[in-house]
């Protein structure tokens, strides 16, 4: 490629600026204001835009663009799930009154039982209670 670089004509040495260049005008002119959104402006909108910015920095990159009805929709949902949870739960953890009465009974044998004994006397204890609960059983 060839690169052209021109002269300056002689002429364009002698020819004056234009005054619209110059920027000693400027100080007599007025000079218009930037019009305000009436919008903008408003304090509602403010504090929308405050609120706004101030999730955007909390949420990082992304906000929520979900309804309000549908994030409550979705919090009760979630807060009928984890009661319902809880419920369960407790359900699993309430012992019967026949439960209670077998760990009562249980925790009881297992008192009364010496480790050291051996084990004829163990069987021997075992068949005393079977034949006492045996009668009863009988009488009722």
Do not use: C, W
Request: proline share 6%.
């Amino acid at each position: 490629m060839y690169s052209v670089h021109r002269k300056a004509s002689p002429a364009a040495v002698y020819v004056p600026q234009p005054d619209y260049l110059q920027g000693d005008e400027d100080a007599d002119l007025i000079k218009p204001k930037k019009l305000l959104n009436p919008i903008k402006a408003s304090k509602s909108h403010q504090e929308l835009h405050r609120e706004l910015l101030s999730s955007y920095k909390r949420a990082g990159v992304s906000v929520e663009m979900k309804p309000e009805l549908q994030r409550v929709l979705e919090s009760r949902k979630r807060d009928q799930l984890i009661k319902q949870r809880k419920e369960e739960d407790e359900a699993r953890r309430k012992i019967s009154p026949l439960e209670a009465e077998l760990l009562k009974r249980h925790k009881k044998l297992e008192e009364q039982e010496d480790p050291k004994a051996p084990e004829f006397v163990k069987v021997k204890e075992n068949l005393r209670r079977t034949s006492f609960h045996s009668k009863e059983e009988k009488e009722v």
